[in-house]
């Protein structure tokens, strides 16, 4: 793992597209070999690594600006691998990322940078001092810089999370937003393509007997099954939050509510071990996590697919013997006829979610509700519903 993180490193920050250009071409121009770019505000930090490497390699200035995502002006300090690291960052502005030997000359260079910025008159700096950190450098912390707020036992470099955009890249590669230009370009082509040959070959029909427009059904209520396999992504690590029990989850409409109740941590504490798209929502009595499930374009199946919730519920029994299928319910509206019911399972875990997921392979499901409580195990309270559209009216002849 020693060459898994890229610290030292020729770091430019950038304000547009044109000066990434630039800033790649002056990095093959040196013979750099990697590099990682992430947008960060309003600014793109890059960082361009000489070692061609074969591993996989993520700049450390990134996660960790990500894992402390609520800090508006952090210095974290870690030892890692026998070096003293610290990283810097003021809003969009990365300060500092480098790593020093852990010895006497080191620990004066880290002091010397402390020193220099508190000199800068940063008074809501926040000193985030992960697990490793050496005795000596909490010490000094503590009687040289009282002024900060100081955050001891934060996460180890070893346990940050590795970031997609993070990961070091081939110089000969294109940025995202090369990507995106290009496949932009593609489109537009294809599309004009497609265009001029309906175009040509459209028949020509007369206005009288043009068809009457053909109006589409709205997506149905409810979200995808695959919210099932994402939950162990949205709730990771929920279980064992310092300071806090977690205790369960709801679904209602697309917003996923988390309930807490504080041991002894504080909100601020809280949002620093949570990923960043969970909002904060405290109320006097209860503690709420919030965030938002993205709903995907929902494509009506080609075909109708037929569904028993009796021969379905045999089959999963197979796999789940505790399983239980209550309130099977039928109704319709103007586009569907649906029928719903509701599937319990008192004790189950992550990967019993993934299972429960892929037996429903029906294409016309839709989770309604869903509730997660959190004890010993997990106890999941799931509602579904299937969906049949409902056949075009037809207009009575003799009106």
Same mark, same amino acid.
């Given at each position: 793992?020693?060459?898994?993180?890229?610290?030292? !490193?020729?770091?430019?920050?950038?304000?547009?597209?044109?000066?990434?250009?630039?800033?790649?071409?002056?990095? $093959?121009? %040196?013979?750099?070999?990697?590099?990682?770019? *992430?947008?960060?505000?309003?600014?793109?930090?890059?960082?361009?690594?000489?070692?061609?490497? /074969?591993?996989?390699?993520?700049?450390?200035?990134?996660?960790?600006? %990500?894992?402390?995502?609520?800090?508006?002006?952090?210095?974290?300090?870690?030892?890692?691998?026998?070096?003293?690291?610290?990283?810097?960052?003021?809003?969009?502005?990365?300060?500092?990322?480098?790593?020093?030997?852990?010895?006497?000359?080191?620990?004066?260079?880290?002091?010397?940078?402390?020193?220099?910025? $508190?000199?800068?008159?940063?008074?809501?700096?926040?000193?985030?001092? /992960?697990?490793? /950190?050496?005795?000596?450098?909490?010490?000094?912390?503590?009687?040289?810089?009282?002024?900060?707020?100081?955050?001891?036992?934060?996460?180890?470099?070893?346990?940050?999370?590795?970031? $997609?955009? !993070?990961?070091?890249?081939?110089?000969?590669?294109?940025?995202?937003?090369?990507?995106?230009?290009?496949?932009?370009?593609?489109?537009?082509?294809?599309? !004009?393509?497609?265009?001029?040959? =309906?175009?040509?070959?459209? #028949?020509?029909?007369?206005?009288?007997?043009?068809?009457?427009?053909?109006?589409?059904?709205?997506?149905?209520?409810?979200?995808?099954?695959?919210?099932?396999?994402?939950?162990?992504?949205?709730?990771?690590?929920?279980?064992?939050?310092?300071?806090?029990?977690?205790?369960? !989850?709801?679904?209602?409409?697309?917003?996923?509510?988390?309930?807490?109740?504080?041991?002894?941590?504080?909100?601020?504490?809280?949002?620093?071990?949570?990923?960043?798209?969970?909002?904060?929502?405290?109320? $006097?009595?209860?503690?709420?996590?919030? @965030? @938002?499930?993205?709903?995907?374009?929902?494509? #009506?199946?080609?075909?109708?697919?037929?569904?028993?919730? *009796?021969?379905?519920?045999?089959?999963?029994?197979?796999?789940?013997?505790?399983?239980? +299928?209550?309130? +099977?319910?039928?109704?319709?509206?103007?586009?569907?006829?649906?029928?719903?019911?509701?599937?319990?399972? =008192?004790?189950?875990?992550?990967?019993?979610?993934?299972?429960?997921?892929?037996?429903?392979?029906?294409?016309?499901?839709?989770?309604?509700?869903?509730?997660?409580?959190?004890?010993?195990?997990?106890?999941?309270?799931?509602?579904?519903?299937?969906?049949?559209?409902?056949?075009?009216?037809?207009?009575?002849?003799? /009106?």
């Amino acid at each position: 793992m020693s060459e898994l993180w890229l610290i030292n !490193a020729w770091r430019q920050q950038l304000k547009s597209s044109r000066a990434v250009a630039a800033a790649l071409k002056l990095a $093959k121009s %040196r013979n750099l070999q990697r590099y990682a770019l *992430v947008r960060q505000g309003r600014s793109y930090w890059l960082a361009c690594s000489a070692e061609a490497g /074969a591993g996989e390699q993520y700049d450390l200035a990134i996660c960790v600006r %990500r894992q402390f995502a609520k800090i508006r002006h952090g210095i974290y300090l870690a030892l890692w691998q026998g070096q003293l690291v610290c990283v810097a960052w003021q809003e969009q502005q990365l300060l500092h990322c480098c790593a020093v030997e852990h010895d006497a000359d080191g620990a004066e260079h880290i002091q010397l940078q402390l020193a220099e910025m $508190k000199s800068g008159g940063r008074s809501d700096s926040a000193l985030l001092l /992960a697990k490793s /950190a050496p005795a000596e450098l909490e010490q000094f912390c503590r009687q040289q810089l009282s002024s900060w707020r100081l955050r001891v036992a934060q996460v180890d470099i070893q346990d940050l999370r590795l970031l $997609k955009p !993070a990961r070091l890249r081939g110089l000969q590669q294109p940025t995202a937003g090369q990507q995106r230009q290009r496949l932009l370009l593609a489109l537009l082509l294809a599309f !004009a393509s497609a265009a001029m040959v =309906a175009w040509y070959f459209w #028949p020509q029909t007369s206005t009288a007997n043009a068809a009457q427009p053909t109006q589409i059904a709205p997506a149905p209520t409810g979200l995808a099954l695959e919210l099932l396999a994402d939950l162990p992504r949205l709730l990771d690590g929920f279980e064992h939050l310092a300071g806090w029990q977690w205790q369960s !989850a709801y679904l209602q409409g697309n917003r996923l509510t988390a309930q807490l109740r504080a041991t002894y941590g504080r909100s601020e504490e809280l949002l620093a071990q949570v990923a960043s798209d969970w909002q904060l929502q405290q109320g $006097k009595a209860t503690t709420q996590l919030i @965030t @938002t499930i993205d709903k995907p374009r929902w494509q #009506p199946p080609q075909q109708s697919e037929p569904w028993s919730v *009796v021969a379905w519920q045999d089959n999963a029994q197979r796999y789940f013997p505790k399983l239980q +299928v209550n309130a +099977v319910q039928r109704g319709q509206d103007q586009w569907f006829q649906w029928q719903q019911w509701q599937v319990l399972l =008192a004790a189950t875990g992550w990967d019993e979610l993934r299972r429960v997921q892929a037996l429903l392979t029906n294409q016309q499901l839709r989770i309604i509700g869903l509730k997660l409580s959190y004890r010993a195990t997990l106890q999941l309270d799931l509602t579904l519903r299937h969906y049949e559209l409902l056949p075009p009216a037809t207009e009575d002849p003799a /009106a």
